[in-house]
């Protein structure tokens, strides 16, 4: 099976989206020269250009194409070839109203943006293996061809017709009776049970609220529908170069895939992510969506899209400060990423985009956003050799599960204010600040390498997730988990007594009277921080250690935090500081260590391989105590014991 070595070949892949169908062909020229000064060695090509490649059905126009091809080849850029299937051309919503996706109530989403497509029309199917066919066949053997991109950020949802013909296909082959749908769903409940197929719908707009367990299957089915339109075109373009590797793009945490299954079915994980400049955590939420992505990846991963400046879909479009670009790109590779890549190379002068910024931007060449981009081009390079294809070691693992998550986003639930990325990112910035790295894993993957697993929040878990927890801790391993995990099943049945048994007896709690959620930003007091979200009334168990206990309200003396031997449930979120200083205690005791003792403020420390990567959030210098003597790869120098850093400042050493 190809893989994203197949590719880099040695190198880190640096590039972008290209769009030269915006631009005249003299502008082309002028792209090469500029990608030249840049060091940029791939770019993406055809992402949105269905209605150039194919401007009325069965049309074929591909001379411009093949300009760009050779093109590429003869500048020494290799191509990433993307299907253009995320965005139709108008003609095919106008011959064809059955593509068009419908909201859950009957909207239709029409043409004139993009992803404006039904996962399960047969007609849309048939026209976007036709044209990835027609790609495949006529660039197969072009030498610029390093690898295939399918569609982009596949996120469509789909109420309508055809979409319902599906999802009850879908339903009857899981199944398989009435009966167990019936069961599954809980239809005895609000009399909403089945006596045929046909009256089955997607969850579309009810008079009050939805059946919980049928929007449940209604996002695997949607996740499930997005990834055979991804494997129908993946399989054509395989056929024809089977030598190499095929990718398609994630969203970061986006809720309507199943990205572990996702990931299993490319050959190149690849991620679009756009921190925020102005958030004081996007370092650390951008480490997360990086380290998840390298999970998914088992190894090196592709950094498929990031911004060299503003994005234009905030309130307010802040660009990035000097110096911030290089290091968010330079943290991707420090977290696994082989490849460090923009939307777009040249910024848009018309559309939706115009404002988005490039890595030419409005400036052009010498505007601060080109030259920045062209300092980092000679970073990547340096870099390459020593870098692609290391791997992450990690001692601890946060476990995520897209079902859970789906089971816990549901109307008619204790708190709204729950919100599970937002519970995963304050546990990862509990291991961040400490400078303990994490891997993500599915509660189902294989644990035993793992000295230490987090649990932030499992709404649902399956028999077999927590079969495999409780053999994780029966091996010696170390547990931390959240609140509201294993409260419900698969089917999102409340499992008796609020909480799975054996979880229960695991963490050493005798009854879950009842889960006690916060408002909006109020706290609970307890015993040397305040918690935030959520409390429970816990009754421990005898051979219990309550850890830390409420001081305030009804929860008065309750366990706030509570262990048994070594699986520790938490049942609040604690402070920032109090969270920091509780996981580092944890981890301590597991045997789990930072990367670097020590650091300063700011300081982000990642060991790749046998490389150590030293990031500086910040803008004031800082110095790093380092013993020994290290040869940073940016620079060509010697450190010896300390290691300066300046504004964004980034080392890579080597001992």
């Given at each position: 099976?190809?893989?994203?070595?197949?590719a880099?070949?040695?190198?880190?892949?640096?590039?972008g989206?290209?769009?030269?169908?915006?631009?005249?062909?003299?502008?082309?020229?002028?792209?090469?020269?500029?990608?030249?000064?840049?060091?940029?060695?791939?770019?993406?090509?055809?992402?949105?250009?269905?209605?150039?490649?194919?401007?009325?059905?069965?049309?074929?126009?591909f001379?411009?194409?093949?300009?760009?091809?050779?093109?590429?080849?003869?500048?020494?850029?290799?191509?990433?070839?993307?299907?253009?299937?995320?965005?139709?051309?108008?003609?095919?919503?106008?011959?064809?109203?059955?593509?068009?996706?419908?909201?859950?109530?009957?909207?239709?989403?029409?043409?004139?943006?993009?992803?404006?497509?039904?996962?399960?029309?047969?007609?849309?199917?048939?026209?976007?293996?036709?044209?990835?066919?027609?790609?495949?066949?006529?660039?197969?053997?072009?030498?610029?061809?390093?690898?295939?991109?399918?569609?982009?950020?596949?996120?469509?949802?789909?109420?309508?017709?055809?979409?319902?013909?599906?999802?009850?296909?879908?339903?009857r082959?899981?199944?398989?009776?009435?009966?167990?749908?019936?069961?599954?769903?809980?239809?005895?409940?609000?009399?909403?049970?089945?006596?045929?197929?046909?009256?089955?719908?997607?969850?579309?707009?009810?008079?009050?609220?939805?059946?919980?367990?049928?929007?449940?299957?209604?996002?695997?089915?949607?996740?499930?529908?997005?990834?055979?339109?991804?494997?129908?075109?993946?399989?054509?373009?395989?056929?024809?170069?089977?030598?190499?590797?095929?990718?398609t793009?994630?969203?970061?945490?986006?809720?309507?895939?199943?990205?572990?299954?996702?990931?299993?079915?490319e050959?190149?994980?690849?991620?679009?992510?756009?921190?925020?400049?102005?958030?004081?955590?996007?370092?650390?939420?951008?480490?997360?969506?990086?380290?998840?992505?390298?999970?998914q990846?088992r190894?090196?991963?592709?950094?498929?899209?990031?911004?060299?400046?503003?994005?234009?879909?905030?309130?307010?479009?802040?660009?990035?400060?000097?110096?911030?670009?290089?290091?968010?790109?330079?943290?991707?590779?420090a977290?696994?990423?082989?490849?460090?890549?923009?939307?777009?190379?040249?910024?848009?002068?018309?559309?939706?985009?115009?404002?988005?910024?490039?890595?030419?931007s409005?400036?052009?060449?010498?505007?601060?956003?080109?030259?920045?981009?062209?300092?980092?081009?000679?970073d990547?390079?340096?870099?390459?050799?020593?870098?692609?294809?290391?791997?992450?070691?990690?001692?601890?693992?946060?476990?995520?599960?897209?079902?859970?998550?789906?089971?816990?986003?549901?109307?008619?639930?204790?708190?709204?204010?729950?919100?599970?990325?937002?519970?995963?990112?304050?546990?990862?910035?509990?291991?961040w600040?400490?400078?303990?790295?994490?891997?993500?894993?599915?509660?189902e993957?294989?644990?035993?390498?793992?000295?230490?697993?987090?649990?932030?929040?499992?709404?649902?878990?399956?028999?077999?997730?927590?079969?495999?927890?409780?053999?994780?801790?029966?091996?010696?391993?170390?547990?931390?988990?959240?609140?509201?995990?294993?409260?419900?099943?698969?089917?999102?049945?409340?499992?008796?007594?609020?909480?799975?048994?054996?979880?229960?007896?695991?963490?050493?709690?005798?009854?879950?009277?009842?889960?006690?959620?916060?408002?909006?930003?109020?706290?609970?007091?307890?015993?040397?921080?305040?918690?935030?979200l959520?409390?429970?009334?816990?009754?421990?168990?005898?051979?219990?250690?309550?850890?830390?206990?409420?001081?305030?309200?009804?929860?008065?003396?309750?366990?706030?935090?509570?262990?048994?031997?070594?699986?520790?449930?938490l049942?609040?979120?604690p402070?920032?500081?109090?969270?920091?200083?509780?996981?580092?205690?944890?981890?301590?005791?597991?045997?789990?260590?930072?990367?670097?003792?020590?650091?300063p403020?700011?300081?982000?420390?990642?060991?790749?391989?046998?490389?150590?990567?030293?990031?500086?959030?910040?803008?004031?210098?800082?110095?790093?105590?380092?013993?020994?003597?290290?040869?940073?790869?940016?620079?060509?120098?010697?450190?010896?014991?300390?290691?300066?850093?300046?504004?964004?400042?980034?080392?890579?050493?080597?001992?």
């Open positions: 099976m190809p893989n994203l070595g197949d880099t070949r040695g190198r880190i892949l640096f590039g989206d290209y769009n030269p169908e915006q631009w005249p062909e003299k502008t082309w020229h002028e792209d090469v020269r500029l990608m030249r000064d840049a060091g940029v060695n791939s770019v993406t090509l055809g992402v949105f250009s269905w209605s150039r490649l194919e401007p009325e059905p069965g049309a074929r126009e001379g411009w194409l093949d300009t760009l091809m050779d093109l590429m080849h003869t500048a020494g850029v290799g191509v990433v070839l993307a299907t253009p299937t995320s965005s139709p051309p108008p003609w095919m919503g106008r011959l064809h109203p059955e593509t068009l996706p419908r909201t859950e109530d009957g909207r239709v989403e029409w043409w004139g943006g993009r992803q404006h497509f039904s996962h399960s029309s047969a007609a849309y199917r048939r026209y976007a293996a036709a044209i990835t066919e027609d790609l495949a066949v006529r660039y197969g053997d072009h030498p610029a061809l390093t690898m295939w991109h399918i569609n982009n950020e596949y996120c469509t949802f789909d109420h309508g017709d055809e979409a319902a013909a599906a999802f009850r296909r879908w339903l082959e899981k199944y398989r009776t009435l009966d167990a749908l019936n069961t599954a769903w809980g239809t005895a409940f609000w009399s909403q049970g089945y006596d045929t197929w046909d009256g089955v719908l997607p969850p579309r707009t009810p008079h009050y609220l939805k059946n919980p367990t049928q929007v449940l299957d209604f996002r695997r089915f949607t996740s499930d529908m997005l990834l055979e339109c991804y494997r129908a075109e993946r399989d054509i373009v395989a056929r024809h170069t089977p030598h190499l590797p095929v990718t793009n994630f969203m970061p945490l986006w809720i309507g895939q199943d990205g572990w299954r996702w990931a299993e079915e050959d190149v994980v690849s991620v679009d992510l756009y921190p925020d400049p102005r958030d004081p955590s996007a370092a650390q939420h951008a480490a997360m969506v990086q380290d998840l992505t390298r999970s990846a190894g090196p991963w592709m950094l498929m899209e990031q911004a060299a400046g503003p994005v234009n879909w905030r309130g307010v479009n802040h660009p990035k400060p000097r110096g911030m670009n290089r290091l968010w790109s330079l943290q991707a590779v977290r696994g990423a082989d490849a460090v890549c923009y939307f777009q190379w040249r910024q848009s002068r018309q559309g939706a985009e115009k404002f988005h910024s490039g890595m030419v409005h400036a052009g060449e010498e505007g601060r956003t080109f030259q920045e981009v062209k300092r980092l081009g000679a990547l390079a340096a870099l390459g050799p020593h870098t692609t294809g290391l791997r992450i070691t990690a001692d601890v693992a946060l476990l995520h599960d897209w079902h859970a998550w789906w089971a816990g986003a549901q109307d008619a639930r204790p708190s709204t204010e729950v919100d599970l990325p937002a519970v995963l990112t304050a546990w990862h910035r509990a291991l600040e400490n400078s303990l790295t994490a891997d993500f894993a599915h509660p993957h294989d644990l035993s390498g793992y000295r230490m697993i987090l649990l932030p929040q499992l709404y649902a878990l399956t028999d077999a997730a927590i079969d495999n927890l409780l053999r994780h801790v029966r091996g010696g391993g170390v547990l931390v988990c959240g609140f509201l995990t294993g409260v419900a099943d698969e089917d999102d049945r409340v499992r008796d007594g609020g909480m799975d048994a054996r979880l229960r007896e695991l963490f050493g709690i005798r009854v879950l009277h009842e889960w006690w959620p916060l408002d909006p930003g109020e706290t609970v007091a307890a015993d040397g921080f305040h918690g935030a959520w409390s429970e009334e816990l009754e421990p168990a005898a051979d219990a250690r309550v850890e830390a206990v409420y001081r305030q309200g009804e929860l008065e003396g309750m366990p706030a935090v509570l262990r048994r031997d070594r699986a520790w449930y049942s609040t979120l402070e920032p500081d109090a969270f920091r200083t509780l996981i580092a205690r944890i981890a301590a005791e597991a045997g789990v260590r930072p990367v670097v003792e020590g650091l403020p700011g300081v982000e420390a990642v060991r790749r391989g046998d490389l150590l990567f030293l990031l500086h959030h910040g803008r004031e210098p800082v110095t790093v105590a380092l013993p020994g003597s290290h040869h940073d790869l940016l620079t060509g120098a010697t450190v010896t014991d300390e290691v300066e850093l300046g504004r964004y400042g980034v080392a890579v050493l080597r001992p």
